[in-house]
């Protein structure tokens, strides 16, 4: 057994068992109990072909900065999200330069040395993992709103699923070659778009979509998982699509980009919760009679009728005043394209296909922009028309929303002034549900108190969270523990608004990292460390939220240039970033004997700026990669006795292998 896991045992072990009785290994708790961002540490650090890969990309990019090491630093970069990938490479450096990248990268190659690792889960916990991974009649899923992992029979699993995609109003069950023949039709058509809208797109947002497009034709469809809701009763599930390789998602990529501008413009938009701590803050002092309610969409994305949310969005980017307010659009190439995008949600769920006609799949990459913009239209029109006098305060987070309502003395009339803000926003072609209207309320984690006519927060976490913070074992890069006390701290000083709050949270936070495995050691610089910065940061963050300006554009001459990147997989086997910073250093910045990096000069004579190098990690697959249900490898009707559709009995094979992801 690793001595971490011996002397550093993680005391708080919990997930939530919804399988029935004995269907779960005795010990899963010793395994999901860790949490499924933790990763087991792999068997073998890097390998040799990894430790070229690195070096081929370092040696690229080393030679890219060098080439364009000319460029005027004062000319403004703004970087294109969508762009596709480049393999173009730069010519070779000048003989010295050259030269001290292979010496760099010979002592690389001699540092990272194979060798065999003790792992970081006992045997007991390699044994679960092994009969979860293999055992199809169990899947693990995750618990919506961050509440830990859930293990359920895979019976119930395809039930829940079946539930929602049954549903012949939101879903369409097609056979294996009515799939195929659909996807093919959108790859012309998405061909066509880009054809017709040629002069609207930049070459490299073209590049993107057609590479992507081209990528996702050996496997065109999205994914159909469940997310559990802990939270209701009865126990209930959150249909979400994961579309990321799918044929429409580059497109609906470049949609979110041409959304995301307006929907932050719109009146009762914010950002996160503390742009509203800022806002709840800005206030003037409240009178006797206010009191605050929230609301909640009722499955906004699947409820939202397809064709009203086009045609009202069509409506609004046509208008000239729209048109006029953001120059950034072409309206024809958007309209055309969310029409693409709506109406062409193909899933997989296990061995069937899907097709979703009515509302927004949950997981693409537009929905948010476009559910929050249909409603934010709505608003726009009728909202202002509402007596300021009854509503005081309101603000809408995607499908929840918090308002501030003043009551009228009169009940009678104050009961009709509520009735009726309640049939203006159903009105908009969603159902909402709506809290009481009371002195304290829970929106976006919050706590929100209404004292005196001030407004005052504190952090508030579900009953049934489990607070599963990634232990000091899981293979993570070193500073994962800095990271969580530090960001922890900042919420906590920016989003409480007493002292005795931060206190109490503080408390609780070091309590339960102490039972995920941390040390009193360990913890009591950071927490002291984090306290002076987290005031810090929160005052910065304050700052920043009440002068918005826009981010100075990223230029060459001050990070492009200036510092190059070595990408590498962590493993505490191998050489920690202070080695690889010393042979950087050693080799390429500043050889003994030899002139510094930025005395050097390309072949067009221009001085190299490069003086930093930044060791970038990546991760290790997590349990949660590990024993992921996004690609379900099952045949759904061997877990179920609800009959399927008829037209799709010609697909009954299932793809994949079962050790997907290991």
Not at 23 to 29: N, R, T
Not at 629 to 650: F, G, S
Request: aromatic residues 10%.
């Amino acid at each position: 057994m690793n001595p971490l896991v011996y002397f550093k045992p993680v005391r708080k072990l919990a997930f939530h068992n919804l399988t029935s009785t004995q269907q779960l290994p005795p010990a899963a708790d010793q395994l999901l109990g860790l949490g499924l961002k933790f990763i087991p540490t792999p068997r073998i650090n890097t390998t040799s072909p990894d430790v070229e890969r690195s070096l081929a990309r370092f040696e690229r990019d080393m030679g890219l900065r060098v080439f364009f090491a000319g460029d005027d630093p004062s000319e403004t970069y703004e970087p294109n999200q969508l762009r596709g990938t480049s393999i173009w490479r730069a010519p070779l450096p000048p003989q010295e330069i050259d030269s001290r990248i292979q010496h760099f990268a010979q002592s690389i190659e001699q540092a990272f040395i194979p060798r065999d690792t003790h792992p970081n889960l006992s045997k007991l916990q390699q044994s679960v993992l092994l009969k979860l991974k293999r055992n199809k009649n169990i899947t693990i899923l995750s618990a919506d709103k961050g509440l830990g992992p859930v293990g359920v029979d895979t019976k119930q699993y395809v039930e829940w699923g079946l539930k929602h995609l049954l549903d012949t109003t939101t879903y369409s069950i097609l056979s294996n070659e009515q799939a195929i023949d659909e996807c093919n039709t959108l790859y012309k058509e998405i061909s066509k778009w880009i054809c017709t809208h040629r002069q609207s797109l930049d070459d490299d947002t073209t590049r993107y979509i057609r590479e992507r497009v081209e990528k996702a034709r050996a496997e065109p469809f999205g994914y159909f998982y469940l997310l559990a809701k802990l939270h209701k009763t009865p126990i209930s599930t959150r249909p979400v699509c994961s579309d990321c390789a799918s044929l429409p998602h580059s497109i609906g990529k470049w949609v979110d980009k041409q959304l995301q501008p307006i929907v932050r413009q719109q009146r009762t938009y914010f950002q996160d919760s503390f742009a509203l701590k800022l806002l709840l803050e800005n206030l003037e002092t409240l009178p006797p009679n206010a009191c605050l309610f929230t609301y909640d969409a009722v499955s906004m994305y699947t409820n939202i009728n397809t064709e009203e949310c086009l045609q009202r969005l069509e409506s609004f980017l046509s208008n000239p005043a729209t048109i006029e307010k953001y120059p950034h659009l072409s309206p024809r190439a958007l309209i055309e394209a969310l029409h693409i995008v709506m109406y062409n949600n193909r899933m997989k769920f296990g061995n069937i296909h899907v097709r979703q006609h009515k509302g927004i799949a949950m997981g693409m990459a537009p929905a948010p922009s476009i559910a929050n913009l249909f409603v934010a239209i709505y608003e726009e029109t009728h909202i202002p028309t509402f007596p300021s006098s009854s509503l005081h305060f309101l603000r809408r987070f995607i499908d929840d929303g918090f308002g501030i309502w003043l009551r009228n003395p009169n009940q009678q009339e104050d009961d009709a002034n509520w009735d009726l803000f309640q049939s203006i926003i159903n009105g908009m072609g969603l159902q909402w549900e709506f809290s009481s209207r009371s002195s304290t309320v829970t929106f976006m984690d919050l706590n929100i108190h209404l004292r005196r006519g001030r407004l005052f927060t504190s952090l508030y976490a579900k009953p049934m969270a489990l607070h599963l913070y990634i232990p000091p074992t899981s293979c993570h890069a070193p500073g994962i523990a800095t990271g969580l006390v530090f960001g922890h701290f900042y919420r906590m000083y920016k989003l409480c608004s007493h002292q005795h709050d931060i206190e109490q949270e503080m408390y609780l936070f070091f309590k339960r990292l102490l039972d995920r495995g941390y040390t009193f050691s360990q913890l009591a610089p950071l927490f002291l460390a984090a306290e002076t910065q987290g005031k810090l940061r929160a005052e910065t963050r304050r700052a920043q939220l009440e002068n918005p300006q826009t981010d100075p554009p990223r230029t060459p001459g001050n990070s492009s240039i200036q510092q190059t990147f070595f990408h590498s997989q962590y493993h505490p086997s191998n050489p920690p970033s202070k080695e690889i910073q010393r042979l950087w250093r050693t080799h390429i910045l500043s050889p003994p004997g030899r002139p510094h990096l930025n005395q050097l000069r390309n072949h067009e004579g221009y001085p190299i700026t490069i003086n930093k190098l930044v060791v970038a990690f990546s991760r290790a697959p997590n349990l949660g990669n590990l024993l992921s249900c996004r690609k379900l490898h099952v045949n759904i009707e061997d877990y179920t006795d609800t009959p399927l559709p008829q037209n799709r009995r010609d697909n009954n094979t299932v793809e994949g292998d079962e050790t997907e992801g290991t």
